[in-house]
């Protein structure tokens, strides 16, 4: 007994501090903004949007999104302009690590052509080993307050509804821990519309779409958008970093390039993102 209440104490005290997880403030529908920094005096409403499929094209390699990806935070009143700052999740997962698996995994990636051989032996050390399988996972890659949001861009159809600075890491045993396309000081800037694209050669425009609104809650004021799709296929992405660890990153850094088709200049990676997105004015949030 005297242990039960001593640990019961220790957990106590430890969720005051902040320590453990609490459980979630608000109930039903609104459960889902849990995270949101609603004591933030200049969050005007929660905003939670999940990817839940889609497709990423980075130089030669297509990523499908199969794992659902979650962007959620807070976001200001918007300015003369119709942009809205972000404020970032409470609980410090603004974005979600979901890993996508990429398809053909190790296998997929051989050293360039005449390549020296120990260009060829380290591929043969790295991915001849039977564990192949490579996982891509997206992740921001600045703060959160520099992820923009244009409510009237994201409705009508037309100019950036979502801006936001990313990097992929990807993830195998051979790769290490650090294996990046982009950085915080070379990040993918991806400029998501809800319309029309105006990429440089050899992409072509493609279309995203506003989605179908409905109001849902309890009360009808969480405003949610189905089938959303936020495109963009003008970016540029950076060569590979990381990859190998320190001492071979030399050696497989250019070996992921080769294979990924990177760097690529804007025009040849895109994005398409098929989402639902939940809005609420943080007030109302508050109140549940």
Same mark, same amino acid.
């Given at each position: 007994?005297?242990?039960?209440?001593?640990?019961?104490?220790?957990?106590?005290?430890?969720?005051?501090?902040?320590?453990?997880?609490?459980?979630?403030?608000?109930?039903?529908?609104?459960?889902?903004?849990?995270?949101?920094?609603?004591?933030?005096?200049?969050?005007?409403?929660?905003?939670?949007?999940?990817?839940?499929?889609?497709?990423?094209?980075?130089?030669?390699?297509?990523?499908?999104?199969?794992?659902?990806?979650?962007?959620?935070?807070?976001?200001?009143?918007?300015?003369?302009?119709?942009?809205?700052?972000?404020?970032?999740?409470?609980?410090?997962?603004?974005?979600?690590?979901?890993?996508?698996?990429?398809?053909?995994?190790?296998?997929?990636?051989?050293?360039?052509?005449?390549?020296?051989?120990?260009?060829?032996?380290?591929?043969?050390?790295?991915?001849?080993?039977?564990?192949?399988? %490579?996982?891509?996972? &997206? #992740?921001?890659?600045?703060?959160? @307050?520099?992820?923009? /949001?244009?409510? $009237? *861009?994201?409705?009508?159809?037309?100019?950036?509804?979502?801006?936001?600075? %990313?990097?992929?890491? &990807? #993830?195998?045993?051979?790769?290490? @821990?650090?294996?990046? /396309?982009?950085? $915080? *000081?070379?990040?993918?800037?991806?400029?998501?519309?809800?319309?029309?694209?105006?990429?440089?050669?050899?992409?072509?425009?493609?279309?995203?779409?506003?989605?179908?609104?409905?109001?849902?809650?309890?009360?009808?004021?969480?405003?949610?958008?189905?089938?959303?799709?936020?495109?963009?296929?003008?970016?540029?992405?950076?060569?590979?970093?990381?990859?190998?660890?320190?001492?071979?990153?030399?050696?497989?850094?250019?070996?992921?390039?080769?294979?990924?088709?990177?760097?690529?200049?804007?025009?040849?990676?895109?994005?398409?993102?098929?989402?639902?997105?939940?809005?609420?004015?943080?007030?109302?949030?508050?109140?549940?």
């Amino acid at each position: 007994m005297r242990k039960l209440m001593c640990t019961a104490m220790l957990v106590a005290g430890l969720a005051t501090l902040g320590l453990v997880p609490t459980a979630s403030a608000f109930k039903g529908e609104y459960a889902k903004f849990n995270y949101c920094p609603t004591t933030n005096p200049s969050a005007f409403k929660c905003l939670v949007s999940v990817t839940n499929s889609g497709t990423v094209v980075l130089g030669k390699k297509t990523v499908p999104i199969v794992n659902p990806v979650t962007l959620q935070g807070g976001i200001s009143e918007s300015n003369e302009e119709g942009i809205a700052s972000f404020f970032g999740a409470t609980n410090g997962v603004t974005l979600s690590k979901s890993p996508q698996p990429v398809p053909g995994g190790l296998a997929g990636i051989v050293p360039p052509e005449g390549s020296p051989q120990i260009i060829k032996n380290a591929l043969k050390f790295f991915f001849e080993n039977g564990l192949t399988g %490579v996982n891509s996972t &997206l #992740e921001l890659a600045r703060p959160a @307050s520099e992820i923009k /949001v244009s409510q $009237s *861009s994201l409705a009508g159809e037309e100019g950036v509804a979502l801006k936001m600075p %990313v990097k992929v890491h &990807l #993830e195998n045993p051979f790769l290490g @821990s650090n294996c990046y /396309v982009g950085s $915080s *000081s070379s990040p993918i800037i991806w400029n998501l519309t809800t319309g029309g694209t105006a990429p440089p050669l050899p992409n072509k425009s493609i279309h995203g779409f506003s989605g179908t609104l409905s109001f849902v809650g309890e009360d009808g004021e969480i405003a949610e958008l189905k089938g959303n799709e936020l495109v963009d296929n003008a970016w540029s992405a950076p060569g590979a970093s990381g990859c190998g660890g320190f001492l071979l990153e030399l050696l497989v850094n250019p070996i992921i390039n080769a294979s990924v088709g990177i760097p690529a200049a804007a025009g040849r990676n895109t994005a398409i993102l098929k989402n639902t997105i939940d809005f609420a004015l943080t007030e109302t949030v508050i109140k549940h």
